[in-house]
């Protein structure tokens, strides 16, 4: 039998690798409404039969409710609605990214031209990390 801090340490990593896939779960789970979203704003603006859940043969969790896409950011200027979602992400971002999630919201025709620019101007709240990606100014 092995010593307690050795099994100790086995449970302490196996602990760190449930941890570590949970956080991907959370990321994968958040990505796929992102995508099942889209697919709802496709359909709707294509004028197609909106499909339902099941239809795309994918297991979701029960805690996933695919969303139609909203009008959020309909009435928000682009770099505003940028800074509410860097500041929901809670990390920074692509610039596709933010243009995935502008979509979502119901921002008309989002274009990186136009956004990548936008925040480049708008440093009272936005700084690029690296080329093509965004935080917000009080992130250190």
């Known amino acids: ?10 449970l302490n990593k196996a602990r760190r690798e449930r941890e570590s896939l949970t956080e991907r779960i959370k990321e994968l789970n958040s990505h796929l409404q992102e995508v099942e979203g889209f697919i ?6 294509l004028d197609l039969p909106q499909k339902k ?14 969303k139609p896409p909203s009008r959020r950011f309909e009435d928000v200027s682009m770099g505003n609605a940028a ?17 995935r999630k502008l979509r ?12 990548y620019p936008t925040l480049q101007r708008r440093k009272e709240f ?3 990390i690296e080329p093509g990606v965004f935080g917000l100014t009080e992130w250190k």
């Open 1 to 10: 039998m092995q010593p307690k801090s050795d099994l100790t340490e086995v």
């Open 83 to 99: 800074a509410i979602i860097l500041s929901e992400n809670g990390r920074p971002m692509h610039v596709k990214s933010i243009i």
């Open 40 to 45: 709802c704003y496709v359909e709707k603006y």
């Open 126 to 128: 936005c700084k690029e």
């Open 53 to 66: 859940r099941s239809d795309h043969n994918i297991e979701l969790p029960i805690e996933n409710t695919i």
């Open 104 to 115: 979502i919201g119901g921002y008309k025709n989002p274009k990186n031209t136009s956004l």
